[in-house]
């Protein structure tokens, strides 16, 4: 399978405490990568990485061959984040989040897909409310509608199920491996909850005190 991500000996420090350890591993295109550990594993830290907002110590990150420090804006534009740990600006409508996250990545036909994903999200008849007014599940999946605004070709998700509901977790489990199966999308996704790593996973990685202790297929 192709190499779509690539991370060599990361290490994160700050004030001397090291939130990441010489953490190593690939993400093959099509691939779902379940990445698991409990609070302060260093999972969100790891996220942040590979999204540019945190500038490593050292290490090396490759997306599609290229590093991210020299060709950010390139692979930003290639790929996309959600997490239940960060909202969407509450005095937009729904309609009109989506169409400002899709303008930002200049996606062609912008409201055509916008209303593609709030009918995928069923968040369609909630189009014209404002965002303030979603509930968290409505919420979480208006985030993941944005994620997937640029139809990117690997998707980010921190811990996107924490804190909704089982039946609502569910739902979007099960929107987010659908969709992930159809367009053959590369995704990571942390979570430290087990159960749900081994139901959508490929392959699992154990994250501890900032280390890959275990990797493997759930099986």
């Known amino acids: ?33 379940g990445i698991i550990g409990p609070n302060g594993a260093g999972k969100t830290t790891l996220l942040n990485c590979l999204l540019g907002l945190v500038t490593p110590t050292s290490g090396e990150i490759r997306f599609f061959g290229l590093k991210l420090e020299s060709h950010a804006v390139s692979i930003l534009s290639r790929i996309n984040f959600a997490s239940n740990y960060v909202g969407l600006p509450l005095s ?44 968290s599940g409505q919420m979480m999946r208006l985030c993941l509608a944005k994620a997937l605004i640029n139809e990117p070709e690997i998707l980010l998700l921190d811990e996107p199920t924490a804190g909704l509901d ?12 659908d ?5 053959k999308l590369a ?14 996973s490929d392959r699992i990685l154990f994250l501890h005190k900032g280390r890959i202790l275990a990797e493997g297929t759930p099986k």
Not at 11 to 27: D, M, N, P, Q, R
Not at 115 to 120: A, D, F, P, Q, V
Not at 166 to 177: D, F
């Open 1 to 33: 399978m192709e190499t779509v991500l690539e991370v060599k000996n990361l290490i994160k420090e700050f004030h001397g405490y090291k939130a990441l350890s010489g953490v190593s591993f690939t993400l093959s295109k099509g691939e779902f990568l």
């Open 187 to 200: 995704v990571i996704f942390t979570s430290h909850n087990l159960d749900e790593i081994e139901e959508l």
């Open 92 to 135: 937009l409508t729904v309609f009109e989040n989506l169409l400002v996250y899709g303008l930002l990545y200049e996606v062609p036909k912008v409201k055509a897909r916008a209303e593609y994903l709030l009918k995928l999200f069923d968040l369609w008849e909630m189009r014209n409310e404002k965002t303030r007014h979603l509930s």
């Open 166 to 177: 089982p039946e609502i977790a569910e739902k979007v489990r099960r929107l987010i491996k």
């Open 179 to 183: 969709y992930q199966k159809e367009k």
